[in-house]
C-alpha cells in the first residue's frame, strides 16, 4: 500500500516544460531564390523580402541581413536532477549590394525548422550543413 | 544499523535535501545553428574560389564585417552538452553552471572566410568567432565623401 501511495506522489513531485520562441518575422525561400544578382536591385529586395534586420556598409558595396530564427527549450526536472536543452536554429539570408544598390551576391541558408525540442540523450545526432 | 535501514536512512537524507534545494543535479544540452560539412570549409581554395563560391557552399553567415577594403564572412555554431551538480548551504551562496544564449553569437566557436578586395577567398580561419573577426573599424570616410564638421 505504502509503495503504491509512493508511485502515485512521485509524479506530483516532476515538473517539466517546453517553451518556443521566435525572433522576427519568417520569410519566403522563394522570395529570396527570384533574386537575381545583376539583375535585382534595392528595390526589389525591400518589395519582396522588406526591412532587412542588419545593415552592413563595405566599402563602396553593403550587405543586408535577413534572419528569422526560432529556439526550442524542454525541461524535465525530478527529485534531485534536471535536463534540459535549447535548440536555435534560424532562416537567413545576405544580400550584397554594389554602389548603385545593384544585387551582386545572395546567400541563404534555411535551417529554422530544424529546431527542435531537445533534450539530452533524447535527440537525434546533428547532420552538418542541413539546411543550406 | 542494520544494511537495508542504512540504505533507507541514506535515500530519507538525499530526499530531504533535494526538496529542499540544497543539493541539484543538472545535465543541459545547448544547440545554436548548424555546422558547416568540414569538407565544404576544406574545398575552398584562397586565390582561386570567390565569394559567390563561399555562398553556395557554405550558405548565409552569422556575420559580415568590413576587414580593410575586404570583406570577412563568419559561421558559427554550438552542440554541447554539459553536467553540473550543485550543492548549498542554507545560509551560503553558490554559483551554478547554466547554460544561456542571448545575443552572444560572436562567443561561438566556428569559421571565418576572409574575401579580398577583388572577391576571392584570401584565407580562412577557425576558431571562436569574436577572437576572428576584426574590431569594429567604422565609421570611416569613403573618398571623395566630406563629413562635415
Redesign the interface.
Given at each position: 500500500m505504502r509503495s503504491l501511495l509512493a508511485a502515485a506522489l512521485l509524479p506530483l513531485l516532476t515538473g517539466c516544460f517546453l517553451d518556443r520562441a521566435a525572433l522576427n518575422t519568417p520569410f519566403d525561400p522563394a522570395a529570396v531564390s527570384s533574386l537575381q544578382p545583376n539583375a535585382s536591385t534595392a528595390d526589389d529586395v525591400t518589395r519582396l523580402l522588406g526591412a532587412p534586420v542588419e545593415v552592413v556598409q563595405l566599402g563602396r558595396r553593403s550587405a543586408w541581413r535577413y534572419e528569422y530564427e526560432i529556439t526550442k527549450r524542454a525541461g524535465l526536472f525530478l527529485l534531485l536532477f534536471g535536463t534540459r536543452g535549447s535548440d536555435t536554429q534560424s532562416d537567413r539570408v545576405w544580400v550584397f549590394f554594389d554602389e548603385a544598390d545593384n544585387v551582386t551576391h545572395v546567400g541563404a541558408t534555411f535551417d529554422a525548422s530544424e529546431a527542435e525540442y531537445a533534450l539530452p540523450g533524447f535527440s537525434s545526432a546533428r547532420s552538418a550543413g542541413a539546411g543550406k | 544499523m542494520s544494511a537495508p535501514r542504512g540504505a533507507a536512512r541514506l535515500a530519507a537524507v538525499?530526499?530531504v535535501?533535494?526538496?529542499s534545494g540544497c543539493?541539484?543535479?543538472?545535465?543541459?544540452?545547448?544547440?545554436?545553428?548548424?555546422?558547416?560539412?568540414?569538407a565544404?570549409v576544406d574545398g575552398l581554395r584562397p586565390g582561386v574560389d570567390s565569394?559567390?563560391v563561399?555562398?553556395?557552399?557554405?550558405?548565409?553567415?552569422?556575420f559580415?564585417?568590413?576587414l580593410g577594403?575586404g570583406?570577412a564572412l563568419a559561421y558559427g555554431w554550438l552542440?554541447e552538452?554539459n553536467w553540473n551538480v550543485e550543492a548549498q548551504l542554507p545560509l551560503g551562496d553558490t554559483g551554478g553552471v547554466q547554460?544561456t544564449?542571448g545575443n552572444t553569437d560572436q562567443q561561438l566557436p566556428g569559421v571565418v572566410v576572409f574575401i579580398d578586395?577583388s572577391l576571392m577567398v584570401r584565407r580562412i580561419e577557425r576558431g571562436v568567432l569574436r577572437d576572428l573577426l576584426p574590431t569594429k573599424a567604422?565609421p570611416m570616410t569613403?573618398e571623395g565623401e566630406a563629413t562635415g564638421g
Open positions: - | 538525499a530526499l535535501c533535494g526538496l543539493l541539484q543535479g543538472d545535465y543541459n544540452l545547448g544547440r545554436v545553428h548548424q555546422p558547416l560539412a568540414p565544404d565569394l559567390s563561399v555562398l553556395a557552399r557554405l550558405g548565409a553567415p552569422l559580415v564585417r568590413e577594403e570583406i552542440d552538452e547554460f544564449y578586395p567604422r569613403l
